[in-house]
C-alpha cells in the first residue's frame, strides 16, 4: 500500500517560531510537492522537488523554504511562522514518466498564534 | 501564472441521479490531468486520470471528458450515492488546483 506520510495532523505554533513539518514517502518517488489549502482557495503549490537537493518555487514561496536531503524525505520550514500561514498544509509525491498521479499525505494542520 | 479552476462551488444532487462536475483550464500545453476526490478530514483522493491524446476515459461509475478545444474537463458520475459526498477537485499537477466543487448527496 502506498504511502504518503506527514509527521503531524495537528499543530500549534507561536508568532516567530521556526517552524519544520516533514513528509516521507515510500514509492521512491522522484518529485515532491508541498501545498497548502484554505477555505475557497483550494490547493495552492508552495514548493517542489523533482529530485534530491533539488528545489522549485511554486505559487506561493514567500515565508517558506524546502530540504531535499534524502529521496524519500521533504521538509517545508516555516522560518518565522506567521498568523496568515495558518492553514492545512498537504504534501505529495509523484513519480516522473507517463503516468503522474500525485499520492497525497494526510495533512498536518497548523495554527500560528 | 497559469491555472486551473471549478465552474461551481457547490453542487448538490439526489441520490441515484448522474453528476456532472466542470473544470476549466488555461495552459493549452497542459496533457496530463487527474481528478481527485477529497472527503472531510482526509487528503486528496485519486479518481481517474486522462492524457491530452484522449477525449474520454471510463472507470468505475465515473467519465471524464477532455474538450481541448475549449480547454474543459468535467467528471460525471453515475448513480450518485451519498458515499460520493465530498469536494472534487481537477488537477495537472504543476499547474495546480481549483478551489474544488463541493458534492452533496441528497438520500
Known amino acids: 500500500d502506498v504511502k504518503v506520510t506527514q509527521s503531524s495532523r495537528y499543530l500549534v505554533k507561536r508568532t516567530g517560531e521556526k517552524v519544520f513539518l516533514e513528509c516521507v514517502q515510500d514509492?521512491?518517488?522522484?518529485?515532491m510537492f508541498w501545498y497548502r489549502q484554505d477555505p475557497g482557495l483550494g490547493l495552492r503549490l508552495i514548493y517542489f522537488?523533482?529530485?534530491?537537493?533539488?528545489?522549485e518555487k511554486g505559487d506561493i514561496p514567500e515565508g517558506y523554504s524546502v530540504s531535499r536531503e534524502k529521496k524519500e524525505r521533504f521538509s517545508l520550514i516555516l522560518e518565522s511562522a506567521s498568523t496568515n500561514q495558518t492553514s492545512m498544509y498537504l504534501c505529495?509525491?509523484?513519480?516522473?514518466?507517463?503516468?503522474?498521479?500525485?499520492?497525497f499525505g494526510q495533512g498536518t494542520r497548523l495554527t500560528v498564534v | 501564472g497559469e491555472s486551473v479552476g471549478l465552474h461551481l462551488p457547490t453542487l448538490s444532487v439526489q441520490e441515484g441521479d448522474n453528476s456532472i462536475i466542470n473544470c476549466a483550464y488555461s495552459n493549452s500545453a497542459s496533457d496530463y490531468f487527474i481528478w481527485y476526490k477529497q472527503e472531510s478530514g482526509k487528503g486528496p483522493q485519486f479518481i481517474i486520470d486522462i492524457r491530452s491524446n484522449m477525449d474520454k476515459r471510463q472507470g468505475q461509475r465515473v467519465t471524464v471528458l477532455l474538450n481541448k478545444t475549449v480547454k474543459h474537463l468535467s467528471l460525471q458520475i453515475a448513480a450518485t450515492q451519498p458515499g460520493d459526498s465530498a469536494v472534487y477537485f481537477c488537477a495537472e499537477i504543476r499547474s495546480g488546483f481549483g478551489p474544488g466543487t463541493s458534492l452533496s448527496v441528497i438520500p
Open positions: 514509492m521512491d518517488h522522484e518529485n
Open positions: 505529495a509525491s509523484s513519480s516522473t514518466g507517463p503516468n503522474t498521479e500525485a499520492f
Open positions: 522537488s523533482y529530485d534530491v537537493k533539488m528545489k
